[in-house]
């Protein structure tokens, strides 16, 4: 008898246990979006002189770019206040795995990234570029580029350094630690173009033309743009997160606010380069 009360206050402690663990996975859950709600702010990682997604007006404080206002969107969806906390696209991951930003946007969805944080639905699809002033270039596809002719700078541990080595191996690549620095050897004659995404080299024309016009080589190679949350918050609130992007994404939105990014270099729609598709 004495052994069948012990058995049943074991079973009794382990139930209440798996009760309890249950109750805490719920309330995490629950905590990742009341947490933002109840402390009345969603904090963002926001880049400096990052156009056309981020970038702060000295003057004023103020955060422009396209990820800024999808950032404003989900805020305004939450019934909460925007806050921007300043950093660079390394330190957005550890902002997040941190726990110092809710979210983070405008991230390339990168396989060794989704080790360190949770990616949602993508926002939008960025195409792979080549920017240079030399028209024969304009034609090629990628296994044409991949010829040691072709000198092409790149910066160094980028999405774009990544395609470069996988699809341009036999090319003579310049990598560099900072995409001025890449720019720059394209302006000095260094290098006969630049690899890099479709946005980023839309905005490197309009701010130095002398760097010639954006190509979208054959095949199509574009990647998706998510958002990054912490591993560790509730399901709730990546499903709030993924569904959002999916949302806005689907029905044009995303594209409207990187429009709108653009439009202070004279970008418009029209001026995007044939190939690219924001829906990927």
Known sequence: MKMFKKGLASLLLAMVAATGLAGAAVAQEKDTLDQIRERGVLRVPGILNEDPYFNKDPRTGEWRG???????DIAETLGVKLEVVESSWANSILDVQSGKADLALALTALPKRAMSVYFTAPTYYNSFVVVSPKPELASLTWAQLNDPKYTLAVDIGSSQDLIAQQYL??????RFKTRDEAIIAVSTGKADGIVNTVLNGMVMIKRNPALGKVHVPRPTLSSPSVVGLNYATGERWKQFVSAWAEYNRRVGNNQTWILKGLEPFGISADDLPEGFDFGG
């Open 66 to 72: 396209f990820a800024i206002e999808m950032a404003r």
């Open 169 to 174: 191996p036999k090319a003579r690549m310049l």
